[in-house]
């Protein structure tokens, strides 16, 4: 899940309960949800590349929100799969957005521009012949944003800048036809100043799918902070009723 994925996904279709701890220190309970129009351009190379630009109305509260309509936010996503062998697929994936954010203290400062990059990488095996019902996945997302601030209207000097980054990587394993476990590890606190705590996350999660409308998830979070530690333990119930489409690969 790249930053372009998080506006794309439902919430019963994240991998866990919860988004990962980066993507809601960076874009909040809405994750990165934009409306725009996007083009995509499948690359001409020997394996799957395609090149993806997104013009994005950029009102995301924390990162962008700029106080002018014309105050858009831009984003290039590049994603590219390769097969390893029959059973084993392999994803690599850059993103970068941009755009005017809300920050700036004095009128007209040209300086309050947010930018966000990240990285994402995948494996998958599934295999085609044999163990139908086995799979494993193995992700991992870098993500930060660099914050200008604009400039402070009573001294004339920037602002400091608001940057924050983190990862996390997870795995997935389905190991019976209905039955998935997964881990999860979130880390946030690159590029920050030193007064903001890190954060490091640590979920178990196990899931019963008795089709593709249904599943059964119970989820386990142990979140350790500078000053304080939480334990949190989630219970989930997911259904579709009615026509729905199918889900992305």
């Given at each position: 899940m790249c930053i372009r994925d998080s506006n794309l996904l439902h919430t019963h279709q994240f991998p866990f309960i919860d988004q990962p701890l980066i993507h809601d220190t960076l874009f909040g309970d809405e994750a990165f949800l934009e409306i725009g129009a996007g083009l995509s351009y499948l690359v001409p190379v020997p394996w799957y590349s395609e090149a993806i630009f997104q013009f994005l109305q950029g009102d995301n509260e924390k990162?962008?929100?700029?106080?002018?309509?014309?105050?858009?936010?831009?984003?290039?996503?590049?994603?590219?799969?390769?097969?390893?062998?029959?059973?084993?697929?392999?994803?690599?994936?850059?993103s970068f957005a941009t755009g005017?954010?809300?920050?700036?203290?004095?009128?007209?400062?040209?300086?309050?521009?947010?930018?966000?990059?990240?990285?994402?990488?995948?494996?998958?095996?599934?295999?085609?012949?044999?163990?139908?019902?086995?799979?494993?996945?193995?992700?991992?997302?870098?993500?930060?944003?660099?914050?200008?601030?604009?400039?402070?209207?009573?001294?004339?000097?920037?602002?400091?800048?608001?940057?924050?980054?983190?990862?996390?990587?997870?795995?997935?394993?389905?190991?019976?036809?209905?039955?998935?476990?997964?881990?999860?590890?979130?880390?946030?606190?690159?590029?920050?100043?030193?007064?903001?705590?890190?954060?490091?996350?640590?979920?178990?999660?196990?899931?019963?799918?008795?089709?593709?409308?249904s599943s059964i998830r119970l989820q386990y979070n142990y979140l350790d902070e500078e000053f304080s530690r939480e334990q949190q333990v989630l219970l989930q119930l997911n259904f579709s009723m009615g026509s729905h489409p199918a889900h992305r690969y």
């Open positions: 990162q962008f929100n700029a106080p002018l309509n014309d105050d858009f936010a831009y984003l290039f996503h590049l994603k590219n799969l390769w097969d390893l062998d029959e059973d084993t697929t392999m994803e690599l994936g850059g005017r954010n809300g920050n700036a203290a004095a009128p007209g400062s040209g300086n309050n521009r947010t930018n966000l990059v990240g990285g994402n990488f995948t494996v998958k095996w599934k295999p085609a012949r044999r163990a139908r019902y086995k799979t494993l996945i193995w992700q991992t997302e870098y993500l930060a944003s660099f914050q200008e601030t604009g400039v402070n209207a009573l001294t004339g000097m920037d602002n400091p800048d608001l940057n924050q980054g983190g990862l996390y990587t997870m795995l997935q394993y389905q190991f019976l036809e209905r039955w998935w476990v997964q881990g999860r590890y979130d880390y946030v606190g690159f590029h920050q100043p030193d007064q903001l705590n890190e954060q490091n996350r640590w979920t178990a999660l196990l899931a019963y799918v008795p089709s593709e409308f």
